[in-house]
């Protein structure tokens, strides 16, 4: 743990880190947009950093959404911008005929925080900024403590949404809420309401703010951050709409997290990718949600810390190690 | 004081933790690497141990491993390289505790790259190359055809290979069955072999949720790359339920957007709203009238 | 309030002798140039310390994630409750018939205006983005409560500044050729806000008619205003604010809150103005025994809020109260209860502590009281969230209010007294013509 602590405290030291991961979400905006173009016919290729292969030649040297570095002539070479009002239409429709879901087993939780760490890198927090965040939990005395990693549950009944004057916060058809930090007054009713404390707000400049300049807005990654405004867990939507599994599934070494679409009835795990029945998951292991009496019905189930595979070890005052 | 008998019982802990033997059959610990370990297998190897080991084993040769119990081992330890490298393969796959099963995240390949890169720290190892087994397998270059049957309720899968231009069923091979879903393959019923006639059943679930209009996209894959070489074929069949839920934001609600708040709602407010406003508005109409019944004075 | 007005007050030498005595303070004194030089000042320190918030942003407060609605919300909450006292006096008790509201409800219906209008800036200093403001209105939410809260406070604010405005007319036309201490400006003011008022009956009738619309419009729009207000935190499912009589005891403390301040500001007029023959010791007593009225009711409120949940002890709940009670908010908590509530009652049911100075002295305490009530109703909730407080610096667990907070804070009640001062020192306090009207027939009856 305070080896991660460490970890957390590099990434915040040097920036370096952060403009790496900002000059790949930058590649991955254009990626999306070129898919975008594409559609329309246009035989563009995208990518902001090329290089001419020799003086004087007529082909330019580009690097493709997918990674590849190709060559193409100077004169269909054609600048493009990354388009925030398309950023903006396909954030706020979300995926059709998808019911996203995780699933967190508690007992493979070891509090490794790679999770949180993943996540905040790809959204450019800080280390005490969380979207998700893992909790020593301890229902009664009596019962044993263990880890609990935290998202946002994505309520079918969202009391944050609900309250939200200016439809800056709103869900999908997917089952995803979203923050809209374009729209955000930052009047944190939001964060009032809000039964499971998932909501984090920009009280000052956010972390990374030189880097992200020119950046358009990717309501599905929420990155750039801004002053004023609310944060929350996204879901990872911009890896979804790659069909790739969210920041911190992805992170866990612990198998912690399954990640799927419940219209489909799978999960996957992120570590080791095995694919399994939701329902059949959630009845085996007796999944639960948290707080269902509040009525806010999650999109996030916990299956119980039963069985674990270590032994709980609470390094040091949760409350007090940052 | 105090420390050194917690690090005792820990110690004594994990003792008798790895004295129960983590089991790896004869047979894969005599597996071999099929290629031979170069450099740059061990630089591939390298970047799949950072991405996938280092969070619990640390750098090799380093200590810096993470504080568990049982404590992973360094890779470069005595522990570590004591394994042979059909054993260290095996245990790769099969995990245990909280060492996680790589069988899904890593192929084979990738795995024999974790351990060229492993084996990098140890001066004394040599390594022995797998003799290639591959052709001298009863069929090479196999076709998979996947049908749905009705009355059985099954999906079939039909192996053949091609022997002097003629489609000859492939018996004895092991494939298994995978509904596509967004994030992976969902594995449906067992691994099963097929029959003489090159045939293999498995049952399909009647509740597993297709699209639109019942649809799954199914995946079939030989198993023994060893023994057939790489085989596997894609098929849309109607063997699901047909799903066409709704979007999650079709109903009014309180927490939809304005277009879809509930009808009480924008009623009440609406004539609420009206109604004030309307006698405010007439109360400065009358402060026009007293404005012009003054002038007329 | 009658529905005809008999004019012949007007030919009445006392009308003179009124005019002369409320219209005296009337215009600019070198105490009022100085005053309002000390607030002007004070609030450039503030004004300043909320441009170091715009600039930094809300970091400069205490507020953190868990405790992110501090000092701003529980004084946006005071602000909006004090205003209401403007509804209960001129309207509830006016439409009911008491007669002795009448030199007090243009003073009511001052503090209700002040009040509310700074309340929406209150709101504007607690926004992280307070330049998206009209966001409010492009993208407003109906499903909000917080767009219900604006449309009321809106409405409440036009509503109040109306039922200053109408009964304020006969006076500016009596004030016509009286006023030659005053600045010119002043005058011409006077001459272009009196809408052509000559006093005819046709004009009285409009006027009458008006009012009486506004006074019964004003109720439920006062009902809703504070009842929405009561449900920024009632919606939420945090123990503590998830209550159904949130509406009703925010009403009921509203009251207590604005009569005290009536009495403070009531005093204040009554002691720099000289007019004791106006707003007189009965005036006080009334007062007093409104203010006992009121606070009775919102104890009762208080009980229930208080008492059904610790009976039960539900686990978030007990947590709470436990704070409350005997936790860390326990000083402020009792300190509010029984200095800003119960001894107050106790005190007012003697007509010995319903003289002038001594209600100055309980209103002023009764009102700093309803101000912390304010702020044990917002913060201590979200102290304790469903869900623990981990892996945060420790200085998000708590909420300690900063400096530029506080100030920012103060700003807005200098703003309050600022907006008093100006309406209360340029136009006449105390509705002339009612009064004169009142002389006249109380002179009619006796001759008679």
Not at chain 2, 34 to 46: H, L, N, Q, V, Y
Not at chain 2, 213 to 225: H, P, R, S
Not at chain 3, 343 to 354: H, V, Y
Request: glycine share 6%.
């Amino acid at each position: 743990m305070s080896q991660n602590s460490k970890d957390a405290s590099h990434d915040h030291d040097h920036p370096g880190h952060d403009s790496t991961n900002s000059r790949r979400d930058f590649f991955k905006n254009f990626g999306l947009f070129g898919a975008v173009a594409a559609a329309g016919g246009a035989a563009v290729y995208t990518g902001y950093k090329y290089e001419e292969t020799k003086p004087g030649a007529n082909f330019v040297r580009v690097l493709t959404a997918d990674n590849r570095i190709i060559e193409v002539p100077k004169e269909g070479f054609k600048d493009i911008k990354v388009d925030l009002n398309q950023l903006q239409k396909q954030g706020r429709e979300g995926l059709k005929g998808h019911r996203f879901v995780m699933v967190i087993d508690l007992a493979k939780c070891r509090n490794a925080r790679k999770c949180i760490t993943a996540c905040q890198g790809a959204h450019h927090l800080r280390p005490h900024e969380y979207h998700i965040n893992t909790l020593v939990m301890q229902e009664s005395e009596n019962t044993a403590p263990y880890f609990m990693p935290k998202p946002c549950q994505h309520c079918d009944n969202p009391p944050c949404v609900a309250v939200c004057p200016v439809d800056a916060t709103f869900k999908r058809q997917d089952g995803i809420v979203l923050i809209d930090n374009e729209r955000c007054i930052g009047c944190r009713f939001c964060i009032a309401a809000c039964p499971y404390s998932a909501r984090l707000f920009h009280w000052e400049e956010p972390l990374v703010v030189e880097a992200d300049k020119g950046t358009p807005y990717n309501i599905e990654l929420n990155v750039p951050q801004r002053k004023g405004t609310i944060s929350k867990c996204l879901f990872s939507s911009d890896r979804l709409r790659e069909g790739k599994l969210p920041y911190c599934v992805s992170a866990c070494p612990n198998g912690v997290y399954y990640f799927g679409d419940e219209n489909q009835d799978s999960v996957t795990n992120g570590t080791t990718k095995e694919t399994f029945r939701l329902s059949e998951l959630l009845k085996v292991n007796a999944g639960y949600q948290l707080m269902p009496e509040l009525g806010t019905k999650p999109r996030v189930y916990y299956l119980p810390a039963k069985n674990r595979l270590f032994e709980f070890k609470e390094d040091k005052d949760p409350v007090q190690s940052i | 004081m105090k420390r050194y008998f917690i690090l005792l019982i820990i110690v004594l802990f994990s003792m008798q933790l790895s004295a129960q033997e983590w089991v790896v059959a004869p047979a894969e610990a005599a597996l071999k690497s099929p290629f031979a370990f170069t450099d740059s297998t061990r630089k591939a190897g390298e970047v799949i141990y950072v991405a996938n080991c280092k969070s619990c084993h640390g750098d090799p040769g380093k200590n810096n491993v993470i504080q568990l119990v049982p404590i992973p081992p360094d890779a470069a330890s005595v522990k570590m390289q004591a394994n042979t490298d059909g054993a260290l393969h095996s245990k790769l796959i099969q995990g245990r505790g909280a060492m996680p099963s790589f069988k899904n995240t890593l192929s084979s390949t990738d795995l024999w790259r974790v351990i060229s890169f492993m084996r990098g720290f140890n001066p004394k190892y040599v390594q022995e190359v797998a003799v290639p087994t591959i052709g001298s397998a009863s069929a090479q270059n196999v076709s998979i055809k996947l049908n749905w049957n009705k009355t059985s309720g099954q999906v079939e899968a039909l192996l053949t290979s091609l022997k002097e231009n003629i489609a000859q069923p492939v018996a004895g091979a092991e494939v298994k069955l995978f509904a596509k879903r967004f994030f992976g393959n969902l594995p449906i019923d067992e691994a099963r072999k097929s029959d003489a006639l090159g045939k293999v059943s498995f049952n399909f679930p009647k509740d597993l949720p297709g699209d639109s209009i019942g649809n799954v996209q199914l995946v079939v894959k030989l198993t023994d790359e060893v023994a057939f070489g790489e085989a596997s074929a894609e098929a849309n069949l109607t063997v699901g339920v047909p799903t066409n839920r709704p979007a999650l934001t079709d109903q009014r609600s309180m927490w939809g957007v304005l277009e879809k708040s509930p009808v009480w709602l924008i009623f009440a407010y609406v004539l609420a709203v009206l109604t004030a406003w309307g006698f405010i508005a007439y109360v400065v109409l009358q402060i026009r009238a007293i404005y012009r019944a003054g002038s007329k004075e | 309030m009658a529905s005809e007005v008999n004019t012949d007050f007007l030919q009445d030498k006392k009308l003179d002798s009124i005019a002369a005595d409320i219209l005296r303070p009337v215009g600019i004194t070198q105490g009022f140039v100085v005053w309002m030089g000390f607030l002007g000042v004070s609030l450039m320190g503030c004004i300043y310390a909320y441009y170091i918030q715009w600039d930094k942003g809300l970091i400069v407060t205490g507020l953190r994630d868990y405790i992110s609605w501090g000092m701003y919300i529980a004084n946006f909450v005071f602000f909006v409750a004090t205003s209401l006292v403007g509804m209960l006096i001129s309207s509830v008790l006016g439409l009911i018939g008491f007669k002795w509201v009448k030199p007090i409800a243009r003073i009511a219906e001052i503090i209700a205006v002040a009040f509310a209008a700074v309340a929406g800036l209150v709101i504007v200093s607690d926004m992280g983005r307070p330049e998206r403001l009209a966001n409010v209105i492009l993208h407003g939410r109906i499903q909000s409560p917080i767009i219900w809260d604006v449309t009321v406070v809106t409405t409440y604010l036009t509503i109040s500044i109306l039922l200053y405005f109408l009964p304020l007319i006969p006076d500016l036309a009596i004030s016509k050729g009286r006023m030659n201490h005053t600045p010119k400006w002043l005058q011409n003011m006077y001459e272009v806000l009196s809408v052509k008022w000559q006093h005819t009956p046709e004009q009285y009738r409009l006027l009458l008619k008006a009012i009486r619309i506004l006074l019964i419009l004003i109720i439920p729009t006062a009902f809703a205003i504070h009842t929405v207000t009561s449900w920024l935190f009632a919606v939420t499912l945090r123990p503590g604010w998830d209550s159904t009589i949130f509406g009703p005891y925010f009403l009921a403390g509203a009251f207590v809150a604005g009569s005290a301040a009536v009495v403070i500001v009531m005093y204040f007029i009554r002691s720099n103005y000289k007019l004791d023959k106006y707003l007189t010791n009965h005036h006080f007593d009334m007062m007093g025994k409104l203010l006992v009225l009121v606070s009775i009711v919102y104890l009762y409120f208080n009980i229930n809020e208080y008492l059904v949940p610790s009976y039960k002890m539900k686990t978030a709940e007990a947590i709470h109260l436990h704070d409350l009670f005997v936790g860390e908010y326990a000083l402020m908590f009792w300190s509010v209860q029984l200095l800003g509530l119960v001894l107050p009652i106790i005190l007012l049911l003697f007509s010995f502590f319903r003289k002038p100075f001594s209600m100055l002295v309980i209103s002023i305490v009764v009102l700093i009281a309803a101000w912390f009530k304010r702020f044990l109703i917002v913060v201590p909730t979200q102290d304790h969230p469903f869900l623990p407080m981990q892996y945060v610096p420790k200085a998000w667990m708590v909420y300690q209010p900063t400096i530029i907070e506080t100030a920012i804070t103060v700003g807005t009640l200098l703003l309050v007294i600022i907006i008093i001062t100006i309406l209360v020192k340029f136009f006449p306090v105390i509705p002339i013509w009612e009064m004169a009207e009142e002389q006249h027939e109380l002179d009619h009856k006796s001759q008679k």
